[in-house]
């Protein structure tokens, strides 16, 4: 209970930052000098740790401060790293504005091929019976 009362801290905390950093906190925008020291800022979190789930927080930042390119570049090296959003990547608005970017697209169809293969292993293993779960995995 407590190590599961520990990652919703974490993840609303990272949510939160993410939100405070790119700008957006209570329908707030950044100004320019407020903009590049949220950039550095998450800038220095990424060059501090290599874990994908972070590095993924730290290109949502980027788009949500309008840096789509270099939103799409850390996206990338999340992806690269073993993170899978392949949900959030598929729905979420906030990645608009590169949906159609051959480097976005590839991203998917490579999220989609790991997303078969993860149901195909949990399938095969027994997983659906062990779990009592029905219905559609993806």
Do not use: N, W
């Not at 939100?19 to 949220?38: C, F, Y």
């Not at 994908?52 to 850390?74: D, N, Q, Y």
């Amino acid at each position: 209970e407590r190590r599961d009362r520990l990652r919703r801290a974490t993840a609303d905390s990272a949510e939160h930052t993410a939100h405070t950093l790119a700008g957006r906190s209570d329908g707030v925008d950044l100004d320019d000098k407020g903009r590049e020291q949220a950039r550095a800022i998450v800038e220095r979190s990424l060059a501090a740790h290599s874990d994908p789930e972070p590095t993924f927080i730290g290109a949502l930042c980027f788009f949500k401060m309008g840096e789509a390119g270099r939103g799409l570049e850390v996206l990338e090296s999340s992806v690269a790293a073993g993170y899978s959003p392949a949900r959030m990547l598929a729905r979420h608005a906030i990645f608009d504005a590169v949906r159609h970017d051959r480097r976005f697209v590839a991203l998917g169809e490579l999220l989609s091929v790991r997303t078969r293969e993860a149901t195909e292993v949990f399938e095969r293993g027994g997983g659906r019976e062990m779990l009592g779960v029905t219905g559609d995995l993806t």
